[in-house]
């Protein structure tokens, strides 16, 4: 058997990278232990939230298939964020559980060019540091010119509840063991990471009516911009609700640490800390005497509920104990306890910025190999390998965005430059341009790339340059189309904003705190054909708005940019021998010749290296 | 990290610091035409002069003259880094080289970094391929003397005090961006007065450390003193008695002086430079008017003037006005001399002497101390920026404090506040020649429980 490319994984990552390489007309063999688990959500059942929201917009952008699978299978959609700037807003859905993974297989099987192999990969196959193949359990050997990894927790899993641990990638499936043996021996360096899951609730042993109740938005907005708003939602849409926890909870959770996997020191990777156990936070925040959870339903259907909040790997009679203290659980029944599971994964600054490893060409790493955590972060990666690789075979140029035009660019960067020692999580202040990385302006960002590789079609890119074109003529119009004084300040008056003195243009007038624009044009008609156009294209409009509204910040956003620009494009030759450089500090050499960065930029961002090792570098990429 | 690439405008003073006959300022990059042109005034404007060629003018700041200099032009790319370079030859009066280097980066120019010029020189194919090595132990051995310059005391202070400014401005930040990326988060967020108030705190810290820039200036280049009065006063004299040798002419002949005599003494270890002038009056004495000018001068630049009139005439109320017009009274030490003969005590006057006997010296000093280090309750213990590229940084840090307190006020969602924010504590990083990544979201993962 032979493909252009194997994925290894079915997960969000697997899932682009499959989807994104297939069309781009490689064939694509996609090797996954069990093919209904296909885009399982193994940890809370959700997609999106703050900034993670960003990159599945950014995702969809690009032709990849995560938006669409939410948007069909999701049971409460909320936009966080919303009361702030329109740079953090954030769209988030929950999901039903079992209808993702439905979904997500219909869609992959509906891709022409993808050949599911339900196998597990023991063994990769490879010659002079160039990948040919891997190493089925069942089928033997599979030929390939590309191979992306994206195994998430599978490599070497170790399930961990109490002091009992059990191989495993998740709960009920099979660890895989032999890639990572493999790695090793072809050089690369291994990391151990920890992840956790929270209990497993039956529904109806939950006294709901005293929980407090969170509904999803009342006009919901799917993530993908190809979603039909007048389908969506698909499903019916469904609440979460709150409750906390007590120091009567946290003492029964102190009487199990002495079993605790993770105080005992069992566990031996590193975990978030953005995402804590309940009973790291027990003791990190000792003074705090209630923790917040959430109750998220884990599907239309399902008779389970998911405890947000309440990861933990105590004993399960601790758990079981435990959940019985908390507000509205007294009667609860645990189907299935919460435990940590400890990985491998493969520190990435042993990948390039396309996630091709830099000592194996040909094969690829995405999702939590790279040591990231989350759906999003792993489907974004998974895009991008996926582009990548087809792109390579195709002979196409490759695909890295850079960190000032996509969350994903600043994902892709933050892991090569600064490599991660816990779980990588995406969050708006990881990027610096992040008044121009909004989520409304994902499609203007990026679709263009989409279908220069062919996964956006022709329609929807006309359409979207006809939008472009729309926003600068509205910008332009509205730079010069003056509101008449006396109308203008019956409008400001009325919000109680200081009035003007002569005819001020529009533009002028929406940069005003609270004034929106289309009630500004909306004052001002008169039957201008202009205007009416503006006011019926909400998109239009809503860009329009942004970009005028914040043009000074976004301005000095983009200087900064062009500030940098010729700093990110002075390539540094991989080549780079940085131990010859005897003018270089000593870290900075060390960190040099370990991530090898691609440009002066990057190379700036490595920490540890200096201002005059830069200017050291500046001085000999002349030579 | 903030590191320049050419492109922008860089200046620095080209001959080592200290009192020669001449110094020079050089300023490399594309901006350097405008920037000259800004306050150069000679016969032309400079960004029509042709390359290699010298001009003669007048540095301006505002309707004031700092310098007159001799300005060279060399145009790009036959220039020593290879851009367009401009050479300001003035006076070797480290006042005046720095009042230039002010001008020159309030209007735009950035203080280069050590070996800057040459690193540029070399990437703009000016220097020899086979220098290269040597330009990069340049490099890196100049900036490690300034790593050893901040050990000593000064700016050992001054960075630890800018650390503690930058990690105010981090954990203020951690509080923007909790409300961004953790607003889902059972977290008390704080409302946006307090955080501008916090940015305000640390925006009057920056203040104070600018306002000792002008102290650390002192400590660096000293003082400058100039002595002026009337001709026959005895301003020559007091020069003569405070250097303990008769260095100027001095004579019974009003107009003795004719050019400006410099001359430096350290009291209690603080550098005191003395400019000795000629007497101020109308002459017709080519040579004489040429000399009042100067004068009229030296009492603009300095930072103190020894007004000096005689005992034995009424007070000089006409020149006392005049000098008023050019310089704050708060300047002025008003010195009664000659007091051994005969005299009756003139008005507004600070501290009478004797320039002959030496009486009343001892208070002058005294006098020209207090006021030359009033308002800076300097102690030892004082935190002070002398270094013109701190005093850079923190004047931009500040600027961007300036805006995002601004959308502070404004109640400005706080994305808007963190960039700003974001560019101070870079350029804060910047002094303490510190980088490091992720300081916020470490902040906030050690302050507060996140996570659900
Ligand atoms: N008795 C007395 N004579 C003084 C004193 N100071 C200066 N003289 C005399 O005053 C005359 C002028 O002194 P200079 O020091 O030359 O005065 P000047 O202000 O430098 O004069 P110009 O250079 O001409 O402006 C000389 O004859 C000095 O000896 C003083 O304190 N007491
Ligand atoms: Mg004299």
């Given at each position: 058997?032979?493909?252009?490319?194997?994925?290894?994984?079915?997960?969000?990552?697997?899932?682009?990278?499959?989807?994104?390489?297939?069309?781009?007309?490689?064939?694509?063999?996609?090797?996954?232990?069990?093919?209904?688990?296909?885009?399982?959500?193994?940890?809370?059942?959700?997609?999106?939230?703050?900034?993670?929201?960003?990159?599945?917009?950014?995702?969809?952008?690009?032709?990849?298939?995560?938006?669409?699978?939410?948007?069909?299978?999701?049971?409460?959609?909320?936009?966080?964020?919303?009361?702030?700037?329109?740079?953090?807003?954030?769209?988030?859905?929950?999901?039903?559980?079992?209808?993702?993974?439905?979904?997500?297989?219909?869609?992959?099987?509906?891709?022409?060019?993808?050949?599911?192999?339900?196998?597990?990969?023991?063994?990769?196959?490879?010659?002079?540091?160039?990948?040919?193949?891997?190493?089925?359990?069942?089928?033997?050997?599979?030929?390939?010119?590309?191979?992306?990894?994206?195994?998430?927790?599978?490599?070497?899993?170790?399930?961990?509840?109490?002091?009992?641990?059990?191989?495993?990638?998740?709960?009920?499936?099979?660890?895989?063991?032999?890639?990572?043996?493999?790695?090793?021996?072809?050089?690369?360096?291994?990391?151990?990471?920890?992840?956790?899951?929270?209990?497993?609730?039956?529904?109806?042993?939950?006294?709901?009516?005293?929980?407090?109740?969170?509904?999803?938005?009342?006009?919901?907005?799917?993530?993908?911009?190809?979603?039909?708003?007048?389908?969506?939602?698909?499903?019916?849409?469904?609440?979460?609700?709150?409750?906390?926890?007590?120091?009567?909870?946290?003492?029964?959770?102190?009487?199990?640490?002495?079993?605790?996997?993770?105080?005992?020191?069992?566990?031996?990777?590193?975990?978030?800390?953005?995402?804590?156990?309940?009973?790291?936070?027990?003791?990190?925040?000792?003074?705090?005497?209630?923790?917040?959870?959430?109750?998220?339903?884990?599907?239309?259907?399902?008779?389970?509920?998911?405890?947000?909040?309440?990861?933990?790997?105590?004993?399960?009679?601790?758990?079981?104990?435990?959940?019985?203290?908390?507000?509205?659980?007294?009667?609860?029944?645990?189907?299935?306890?919460?435990?940590?599971?400890?990985?491998?994964?493969?520190?990435?600054?042993?990948?390039?910025?396309?996630?091709?490893?830099?000592?194996?060409?040909?094969?690829?790493?995405?999702?939590?190999?790279?040591?990231?955590?989350?759906?999003?972060?792993?489907?974004?990666?998974?895009?991008?390998?996926?582009?990548?690789?087809?792109?390579?075979?195709?002979?196409?140029?490759?695909l890295v965005l850079k960190r000032s035009e996509a969350y994903t660019g600043v994902l892709i960067d933050d892991l090569v430059t600064k490599s991660t020692e816990e779980p990588y999580r995406m969050f708006t202040s990881r990027a610096e341009y992040r008044l121009l990385l909004r989520q409304?302006?994902?499609?203007?960002?990026?679709?263009?790339?989409?279908?220069?590789?062919?996964?956006?079609?022709?329609?929807?890119?006309?359409?979207?340059?006809?939008?472009?074109?729309?926003?600068?003529?509205?910008?332009?119009?509205?730079?010069?189309?003056?509101?008449?004084?006396?109308?203008?300040?019956?409008?400001?008056?009325?919000?109680?904003?200081?009035?003007?003195?002569?005819?001020?243009?529009?533009?002028?007038?929406?940069?005003?705190?609270?004034?929106?624009?289309?009630?500004?044009?909306?004052?001002?008609?008169?039957?201008?054909?202009?205007?009416?156009?503006?006011?019926?294209?909400?998109?239009?409009?809503?860009?329009?708005?942004?970009?005028?509204?914040?043009?000074?910040?976004?301005?000095?956003?983009?200087?900064?940019?062009?500030?940098?620009?010729?700093?990110?494009?002075?390539?540094?030759?991989?080549?780079?021998?940085?131990?010859?450089?005897?003018?270089?500090?000593?870290?900075?050499?060390?960190?040099?010749?370990?991530?090898?960065?691609?440009?002066?930029?990057?190379?700036?961002?490595?920490?540890?290296?200096?201002?005059?090792?830069?200017?050291?570098?500046?001085?000999?990429?002349?030579? | 990290?903030?590191?320049?690439?050419?492109?922008?405008?860089?200046?620095?003073?080209?001959?080592?610091?200290?009192?020669?006959?001449?110094?020079?300022?050089?300023?490399?990059?594309?901006?350097?035409?405008?920037?000259?042109?800004?306050?150069?005034?000679?016969?032309?404007?400079?960004?029509?002069?042709?390359?290699?060629?010298?001009?003669?003018?007048?540095?301006?700041?505002?309707?004031?003259?700092?310098?007159?200099?001799?300005?060279?032009?060399?145009?790009?790319?036959?220039?020593?880094?290879?851009?367009?370079?401009?050479?300001?030859?003035?006076?070797?009066?480290?006042?005046?080289?720095?009042?230039?280097?002010?001008?020159?980066?309030?209007?735009?120019?950035?203080?280069?970094?050590?070996?800057?010029?040459?690193?540029?020189?070399?990437?703009?194919?000016?220097?020899?391929?086979?220098?290269?090595?040597?330009?990069?132990?340049?490099?890196?051995?100049?900036?490690?003397?300034?790593?050893?310059?901040?050990?000593?005391?000064?700016?050992?202070?001054?960075?630890?005090?800018?650390?503690?400014?930058?990690?105010?401005?981090?954990?203020?930040?951690?509080?923007?961006?909790?409300?961004?990326?953790?607003?889902?988060?059972?977290?008390?967020?704080?409302?946006?007065?307090?955080?501008?108030?916090?940015?305000?705190?640390?925006?009057?810290?920056?203040?104070?450390?600018?306002?000792?820039?002008?102290?650390?200036?002192?400590?660096?280049?000293?003082?400058?003193?100039?002595?002026?009065?009337?001709?026959?006063?005895?301003?020559?004299?007091?020069?003569?008695?405070?250097?303990?040798?008769?260095?100027?002419?001095?004579?019974?002949?009003?107009?003795?002086?004719?050019?400006?005599?410099?001359?430096?003494?350290?009291?209690?270890?603080?550098?005191?430079?003395?400019?000795?002038?000629?007497?101020?009056?109308?002459?017709?004495?080519?040579?004489?008017?040429?000399?009042?000018?100067?004068?009229?001068?030296?009492?603009?630049?300095?930072?103190?003037?020894?007004?000096?009139?005689?005992?034995?005439?009424?007070?000089?109320?006409?020149?006392?006005?005049?000098?008023?017009?050019?310089?704050?009274?708060?300047?002025?030490?008003?010195?009664?001399?000659?007091?051994?003969?005969?005299?009756?005590?003139?008005?507004?006057?600070?501290?009478?002497?004797?320039?002959?006997?030496?009486?009343?010296?001892?208070?002058?000093?005294?006098?020209?101390?207090?006021?030359?280090?009033?308002?800076?309750?300097?102690?030892?213990?004082?935190?002070?920026?002398?270094?013109?590229?701190?005093?850079?940084?923190?004047?931009?840090?500040?600027?961007?404090?300036?805006?995002?307190?601004?959308?502070?006020?404004?109640?400005?969602?706080?994305?808007?506040?963190?960039?700003?924010?974001?560019?101070?504590?870079?350029?804060?990083?910047?002094?303490?020649?510190?980088?490091?990544?992720?300081?916020?979201?470490?902040?906030?993962?050690?302050?507060?429980?996140?996570?659900?």
């Amino acid at each position: 058997m032979k493909f252009d490319i194997i994925v290894i994984g079915g997960g969000h990552a697997g899932i682009e990278a499959a989807c994104a390489a297939a069309g781009m007309g490689c064939a694509v063999g996609l090797v996954t232990m069990d093919k209904k688990a296909m885009g399982r959500m193994s940890c809370n059942p959700a997609i999106g939230g703050t900034a993670k929201g960003h990159l599945v917009r950014e995702i969809d952008a690009l032709g990849g298939k995560m938006g669409l699978i939410a948007d069909r299978t999701g049971i409460q959609f909320r936009m966080l964020n919303r009361s702030k700037g329109p740079a953090v807003w954030s769209p988030r859905c929950q999901s039903d559980r079992e209808l993702y993974s439905v979904e997500a297989l219909r869609i992959v099987e509906s891709v022409p060019g993808i050949t599911i192999i339900d196998d597990s990969a023991v063994d990769i196959i490879s010659e002079n540091n160039e990948v040919r193949g891997v190493i089925t359990g069942n089928l033997g050997e599979i030929m390939c010119s590309a191979l992306i990894l994206s195994s998430g927790t599978f490599l070497n899993g170790l399930m961990h509840t109490g002091l009992n641990s059990v191989k495993g990638g998740r709960f009920g499936e099979n660890a895989s063991t032999g890639i990572t043996e493999t790695l090793l021996k072809l050089g690369f360096e291994a990391g151990r990471l920890k992840t956790g899951t929270p209990p497993r609730l039956k529904k109806d042993t939950i006294n709901w009516d005293i929980l407090e109740e969170q509904k999803g938005d009342e006009n919901p907005q799917p993530f993908s911009h190809f979603t039909n708003a007048g389908d969506f939602p698909y499903l019916p849409q469904m609440s979460c609700y709150i409750t906390h926890t007590s120091g009567k909870v946290h003492k029964v959770l102190e009487k199990g640490f002495g079993e605790s996997p993770l105080f005992t020191g069992r566990i031996k990777g590193t975990g978030p800390r953005y995402c804590p156990s309940i009973e790291d936070k027990v003791v990190r925040f000792s003074e705090k005497n209630q923790h917040q959870l959430f109750l998220e339903p884990e599907g239309l259907n399902s008779d389970l509920i998911y405890l947000n909040g309440f990861s933990t790997s105590l004993p399960v009679e601790i758990q079981a104990e435990a959940l019985k203290m908390i507000k509205g659980l007294e009667e609860v029944e645990m189907v299935r306890p919460g435990y940590a599971v400890e990985y491998d994964f493969f520190p990435p600054h042993q990948v390039d910025l396309t996630l091709e490893t830099k000592l194996v060409k040909g094969l690829y790493f995405s999702g939590q190999i790279n040591g990231t955590s989350g759906y999003e972060e792993a489907a974004a990666q998974g895009l991008i390998a996926g582009i990548n690789a087809a792109a390579k075979i195709k002979g196409m140029p490759e695909l890295v965005l850079k960190r000032s035009e996509a969350y994903t660019g600043v994902l892709i960067d933050d892991l090569v430059t600064k490599s991660t020692e816990e779980p990588y999580r995406m969050f708006t202040s990881r990027a610096e341009y992040r008044l121009l990385l909004r989520q409304d302006n994902s499609d203007r960002r990026l679709l263009k790339y989409g279908y220069e590789y062919g996964l956006i079609d022709k329609t929807s890119f006309e359409i979207l340059e006809e939008k472009n074109r729309k926003v600068l003529e509205g910008i332009e119009f509205l730079n010069k189309h003056r509101i008449e004084m006396k109308a203008a300040n019956v409008f400001l008056e009325a919000k109680g904003l200081d009035l003007v003195y002569n005819a001020e243009t529009t533009a002028k007038l929406v940069k005003r705190p609270s004034v929106g624009l289309r009630e500004l044009l909306s004052i001002t008609t008169n039957n201008n054909q202009q205007v009416n156009d503006l006011i019926s294209d909400i998109n239009v409009l809503e860009q329009i708005e942004i970009e005028l509204k914040y043009e000074g910040y976004i301005k000095r956003q983009q200087e900064l940019i062009e500030k940098l620009e010729k700093f990110e494009n002075s390539a540094i030759p991989l080549a780079t021998d940085y131990k010859s450089l005897k003018s270089l500090s000593t870290e900075g050499r060390e960190k040099l010749s370990k991530v090898k960065p691609r440009s002066i930029g990057q190379a700036s961002r490595i920490s540890g290296v200096t201002p005059s090792d830069i200017s050291v570098l500046l001085v000999y990429l002349k030579t | 990290m903030n590191i320049s690439f050419h492109e922008d405008t860089i200046t620095a003073p080209a001959t080592p610091p200290g009192i020669g006959a001449l110094s020079i300022i050089r300023l490399s990059g594309p901006e350097s035409f405008r920037l000259i042109d800004k306050i150069f005034k000679g016969k032309k404007k400079l960004s029509d002069a042709d390359t290699h060629t010298l001009h003669y003018g007048l540095i301006t700041e505002g309707s004031s003259t700092i310098d007159d200099v001799v300005v060279s032009v060399f145009r790009k790319p036959n220039s020593y880094t290879g851009e367009d370079v401009i050479e300001i030859t003035s006076h070797g009066n480290p006042f005046i080289q720095r009042k230039i280097l002010e001008l020159l980066i309030a209007g735009g120019a950035r203080a280069a970094e050590p070996g800057e010029f040459t690193r540029r020189a070399y990437l703009n194919n000016r220097i020899d391929l086979a220098q290269a090595e040597a330009v990069a132990d340049v490099i890196n051995s100049s900036s490690q003397a300034s790593l050893r310059g901040a050990r000593n005391q000064l700016d050992g202070l001054l960075s630890s005090k800018v650390k503690t400014l930058r990690d105010g401005l981090v954990e203020t930040s951690s509080l923007i961006e909790l409300e961004l990326d953790f607003s889902e988060e059972d977290i008390i967020l704080i409302d946006k007065s307090e955080i501008a108030g916090k940015i305000e705190r640390i925006k009057a810290e920056i203040e104070n450390l600018l306002k000792s820039f002008s102290f650390g200036k002192i400590l660096r280049d000293g003082v400058n003193i100039a002595i002026a009065g009337k001709p026959n006063t005895g301003k020559s004299s007091l020069l003569n008695y405070l250097l303990r040798e008769s260095r100027a002419i001095v004579s019974s002949i009003p107009g003795t002086t004719r050019d400006i005599i410099r001359e430096d003494i350290i009291i209690d270890g603080f550098l005191f430079r003395l400019f000795d002038t000629a007497g101020i009056r109308s002459s017709v004495d080519e040579i004489e008017v040429e000399g009042v000018l100067r004068s009229r001068n030296a009492v603009k630049n300095a930072d103190l003037t020894v007004f000096m009139y005689d005992s034995s005439e009424e007070f000089p109320e006409d020149l006392y006005r005049e000098l008023l017009e050019v310089i704050d009274r708060k300047k002025l030490i008003i010195v009664q001399n000659k007091i051994d003969l005969p005299h009756i005590d003139g008005p507004l006057t600070d501290v009478k002497i004797s320039a002959k006997t030496g009486e009343g010296i001892e208070k002058l000093l005294h006098s020209i101390k207090d006021r030359a280090f009033v308002n800076s309750n300097y102690t030892e213990k004082s935190i002070i920026v002398t270094n013109i590229r701190h005093k850079d940084c923190l004047v931009r840090a500040q600027d961007f404090l300036e805006k995002a307190n601004i959308s502070c006020r404004q109640n400005l969602s706080g994305e808007f506040i963190a960039a700003d924010m974001r560019n101070a504590v870079e350029i804060l990083s910047e002094i303490i020649g510190e980088i490091t990544t992720n300081d916020i979201l470490n902040n906030i993962f050690k302050n507060f429980c996140i996570g659900k």
